[in-house]
């Protein structure tokens, strides 16, 4: 990601991480 927002200009860049949703299989989210 550093390397792409040095080389380009006037642009937004979103860096996004994702997690293994541990955190979410007590919520309900996930049927069991």
């Known amino acids: 990601a550093l ?3 040095r080389s380009v200009e006037n ?7 994702c997690d293994r949703g541990d955190r ?3 919520t309900g ?4």
Do not use: E, G, N
Not at 11 to 17: H, K, Q, W
């Open 3 to 5: 390397q792409i927002a």
């Open 11 to 17: 642009a937004t860049i979103a860096f996004i991480v």
């Open 24 to 26: 979410y299989l007590s």
């Open 29 to 32: 989210v996930f049927p069991a």
